[in-house]
């Protein structure tokens, strides 16, 4: 089969297309023809050497695909050959193939394409785990989204819409606060030509927000904890405005928050069953009735992974950038 490999870490111009073994299903799995993968975040970290795989993961890139069971390992009879799924992965998404527990595959709703499936399994079980498991968001709360539009933030605003929450986001561009606001948000912050925490302040009536879901870390952390009213809720998903920082323990006191970091990569696979049983009850009934959409910036194919890494890195993207295998 096809996949795309590299050799060393470095710059995107690294990433090359190359011919590997197939893959065999072993006990318990699925094996997936792939038709469609995703760029995330964590896959340009791995390329550049500073996120590597998992133990036991495949060290090919790629966190989630859609594609249609071909092969049942040992004590596997469903899904059916020929169904179409979507999962998440601790990695080898960028590949004609992929072997999957069989417990991990979500069915494809019908009016979804392998391209549009292919953008959610890594982002939307992110947002919904985050915002619902973690940050205790309920209807009538308001949220505030760093990176409304990412493809976590693109999910999350739709999420919290749905459970009954507004939105507050901060983007880099009016155009993705537009963007943003389409999909529900009731306000956004360009936080390039306005200081966020006082707009925060000001949009909320100086009460702040229940839950911020953040992906800056230690540039933010403060901010994040002054804009939090008391009982609120700081939820922290990645560290790219740095992983260190100074905490005044009597700000969590007196306004009693609650703090906590998530990762799912390497999470064991029963915790991940239990959340794919979560998505499939809540969220993949929603893409079927319209109610939920995959906000899609662009498909590449998968032997221009190079240009859609790149795209990714230039942040001039809104929602997800998809990989279609061939």
Request: hydrophobic content about 50%.
């Amino acid at each position: 089969m096809q996949a795309i490999i590299f050799e060393q870490a470095g710059d995107a111009d690294v990433l090359q297309l190359a011919e590997i073994a197939d893959l065999q299903p072993q006990a318990g799995e699925l094996l997936i023809r792939v038709y469609a993968t995703a760029v995330n975040r964590a896959d340009i970290l791995q390329r550049r050497g500073m996120y590597p795989a998992p133990a036991g993961a495949s060290e090919i890139l790629g966190l989630e695909i859609a594609g249609e069971v071909i092969g049942h390992g040992v004590g596997v009879t469903a899904p059916a050959l020929g169904t179409r799924v979507c999962a998440l992965l601790p990695g080898g998404g960028y590949a004609q193939q992929v072997v999957i527990p069989a417990e991990l595959a979500m069915p494809i709703p019908a009016n979804l394409s392998y391209e549009q499936a292919a953008a959610i399994p890594e982002v939307w079980m992110t947002a919904y785990d985050n915002l619902f498991n973690w940050g205790r968001l309920s209807a009538g709360e308001r949220l505030l989204v760093h990176g409304g539009s990412s493809g976590i933030g693109t999910a999350a605003i739709q999420l919290a819409r749905w459970r009954g929450a507004e939105v507050l986001i901060t983007a880099g561009s009016e155009a993705k606060i537009a963007r943003c606001r389409e999909l529900g948000a009731f306000a956004g912050i360009n936080y390039r030509t306005e200081h966020w925490p006082e707009r925060v302040q000001a949009l909320t009536e100086q009460q702040g927000v229940d839950v911020v879901l953040d992906m800056l870390g230690a540039s933010y952390f403060n901010d994040n904890l002054a804009s939090l009213r008391v009982g609120g809720r700081l939820v922290i998903i990645a560290t790219m405005g740095g992983a260190q920082t100074e905490l005044d323990l009597r700000t969590l006191m007196l306004k009693r928050l609650t703090v906590c970091g998530t990762t799912l990569r390497a999470r064991p696979i029963a915790a991940k069953a239990a959340l794919t049983q979560q998505m499939l009850a809540d969220v993949l009934p929603r893409f079927a009735d319209g109610t939920f959409q995959p906000v899609i910036e662009a498909v590449f194919d998968l032997a221009e992974a190079s240009a859609a890494h790149r795209l990714l890195e230039s942040s001039q993207h809104v929602g997800k950038i998809v990989l279609r295998v061939a």
